[in-house]
């Protein structure tokens, strides 16, 4: 699984507030009160590019992603709405979608990788090295 509930705490709550919206903004308009929940959540390279990139409620533009703000507040909204099977599905297409040049979204998922490294510091796992190749192996074969 790639987005993982870490311990301990996993959850906090705070102090119940009146007219306030879901993400603890004020809302007169909202009646009932809310109590403020903290959950804390585990995320690879690859989710953050995935939530942030194809979450089908964010359009993020090009110049979005050059400001962090929007990013955080992006991603926050992005994990509010999403479960861990669709992180993992936006996962699976940012890191389809970065491995492959001539895919679709490529460039614009790349622009994504960047904002999410400059934002949180966070780089694209390196793969694995190649196990070293015996060529007397290899002739003799």
Do not use: C
Not at 103 to 110: L, P, Q
């Amino acid at each position: 699984m790639h987005a993982s509930l870490t311990t301990p705490p996993i959850l906090t709550t705070s102090v119940v507030r009146e007219n306030v919206s879901v993400f603890g903004e004020a809302d007169p308009g909202e009646t009932e009160p809310r109590l403020s929940v903290r959950v804390s959540v585990s995320l690879r390279f690859f989710d953050l590019v995935g939530l942030l990139g194809f979450h089908p409620g964010l359009m993020l533009t090009a110049s979005d992603l050059q400001w962090s703000e929007a990013l955080t507040e992006a991603l926050q909204f992005a994990l509010v709405n999403s479960n861990t099977t669709q992180i993992e599905e936006y996962a699976e297409l940012a890191r389809a979608a970065l491995s492959h040049p001539r895919r679709s979204f490529h460039a614009y998922t790349k622009l994504v990788a960047e904002a999410v490294t400059r934002t949180f510091g966070m780089t694209a796992p390196q793969p694995p090295a190649a196990p070293a190749v015996n060529p007397l192996r290899l002739v003799a074969a």
